[in-house]
């Protein structure tokens, strides 16, 4: 009787030693291709880690200590708010701060291999707005030293294509060497390229209200943040404006957004840094939400966050405040914002306070809606929200000079966080055109130099403050204010 083999034991003709060798030799194959397997898949969840955003986190990676080194930087970040304050407008109160001017021809002088600009729209000169103000200078100085550098230095400039703007800026500057870009934003989303921020060197920012305009260095009030040696952050903010560069290029908005635009650090997974040697939380947000690659916080879920975890206070300086759309037609009700201050107010106790400019072309219909926020005050029930109009005065010759003499400030204030944007607060600004902010924590600060969220208070303050804000009441007209 023929004794029986298992048929994985012979070869084809039968031969059992044959069939050893080739087992043998199946089986090295089988344990190469398991090690192969698991390096690829190491490999793969290496890549998952780095690239996967910072809320898809697994809490293993926060209790290991990896996901706090890579949210952490340890570059010495130094940070200053600047301001632009309108010529003739005096304060009582001693709190200054360094101009935007200077800020930016600190940045150009720091440079050394790259400049990159994200703006609106360029008129830096008098020629520009057909004026022949003598203020005008620190906007051609700005120009000037820009149009040298970019005959050495790399660059770049994304701006939005609106039609009718001045280009003359914009041609020197290419003629000199700089590369620049056109967004179409509005025939992409219907909005326009609204931010202004500068990445220099990739380690040196600037986020703020100025336009490239000379007004904005003289004859109108902005507020803006400078970040110098501060790789970490410059690097993330550089994503957004590759965002820019990448849409002008391509006029199309991608849908996913590639892996290279994630970003870790968001309202949920803040960037861990020193600014000021003060330990910090910081994240940056961008509008509108198809310009969010993955990772990225939205700039209106980035308001209501830190709206919502005020205990305290609420302060607002902002040029428009609008529960609507202002440009889409027909005009929607949009209320986002509005209902989230009035909940703060009501079930928080949360201190409110607005802060809205007040010139010509403010648009008549803000005012009912500030009046309606106003009349939620009442002392017996703990309703604290008060609003003011702040008016920068001019004189004969002041008033000559087109769209200016504004309070342009973008920015926000509580208990707990300093928020600085690009945007003014209504429904198009969120939903539609490009935008950015700068968001800060130092609430754990144990440091005894004042924290950024202190020094913009004080700002906010002393405008409030000052003679040139007036509270809106139930019979306030824009008219007799502006």
């Known amino acids: 009787m023929k004794t029986d083999i298992p048929y994985n034991q012979l070869d084809a003709e039968g031969n059992k030693q044959g069939s050893s060798q080739r087992a043998q030799l199946c089986y090295r194959c089988l344990v190469a291709l398991a090690s192969v397997a698991c390096v690829l898949l190491a490999a793969v969840a290496i890549y998952n880690f780095l690239t996967a955003p910072a809320s898809s986190y697994h809490p293993a990676l926060v209790s290991s200590g990896l996901q706090k080194k890579m949210e952490s930087c340890s570059d010495p970040c130094k940070i200053v708010l600047v301001e632009s304050i309108p010529e003739g407008l005096e304060f009582n109160s001693s709190s200054t701060n360094p101009s935007i001017f200077q800020a930016w021809i600190s940045l150009m002088s720091e440079a050394r291999s790259s400049v990159d600009i994200a703006s609106f729209y360029w008129t830096l000169t008098n020629k520009d707005t057909s004026t022949q103000d003598p203020t005008a200078s620190q906007g ?19 701006v939005d294509s609106q039609e009718g703007k001045p280009q003359a800026d914009l041609t020197l500057l290419e003629n000199s060497g700089a590369d620049i870009r056109k967004v179409d934003m509005r025939n992409l989303t219907s909005g326009v390229l ?25 004859q109108v009030k902005e507020l803006g943040a400078v970040v110098y040696n501060c790789s970490c952050l410059a690097a993330d903010l550089e994503k957004i404006f590759e965002a820019y560069w990448f849409v002008g290029g391509s006029q199309s908005i991608p849908s996913p957004w590639p892996s290279n635009f994630t970003t870790l650090y968001n309202k949920d997974t803040p960037l861990q840094l020193p600014l000021n040697s003060t330990p910090s939380s910081v994240y940056l947000s961008s509008s509108p939400p198809s310009f969010c690659a993955t990772g990225r916080t939205p700039d209106l879920q980035s308001i209501l966050s830190v709206m919502e975890d005020a205990e305290s206070f609420i302060y607002i300086a902002v040029m428009n405040y609008l529960p609507t759309t202002e440009f889409t037609h027909p005009k929607r009700y949009w209320a986002d914002i509005d209902t989230q201050l009035r909940r703060s107010a009501y079930e928080k106790k949360v201190r409110v306070r607005l802060l809205i400019s007040c010139w010509q072309h403010s648009p008549p219909v803000m005012l009912p809606f500030l009046k309606s926020l106003a009349s939620v005050h009442d002392s017996k029930n703990k309703l604290d929200i008060q609003v003011r109009l702040f008016v920068v005065p001019a004189d004969p010759r002041q008033k000559k000079i087109p769209f200016a003499r504004v309070n342009h400030n973008k920015y926000m ?14 429904g198009d600004y969120f939903l539609s055109t490009a935008g950015s902010a700068l968001v800060v924590n130092q609430t754990d600060s144990q440091s005894a130099g004042p924290t950024v969220q202190s020094q913009l208070k004080d700002i906010f303050e002393r405008d409030w403050h000052s003679a040139y804000s007036s509270p809106v009441t139930h019979n306030a007209n824009l008219e007799l204010f502006c």
């Open 140 to 158: 051609e100085e700005v120009l000037k030293r820009l149009a040298v550098l970019s005959g050495n230095l790399h660059v770049r400039i994304a």
């Open 194 to 218: 609204h931010t202004k921020f500068w990445v220099v060197d990739k380690k040196h920012v600037y986020i703020g209200s100025a336009n490239m305009d000379w007004r904005s260095l003289t």
């Open 413 to 426: 204030v509580t208990d707990k966080v300093a928020y600085i944007g690009t945007s003014n607060w209504s």
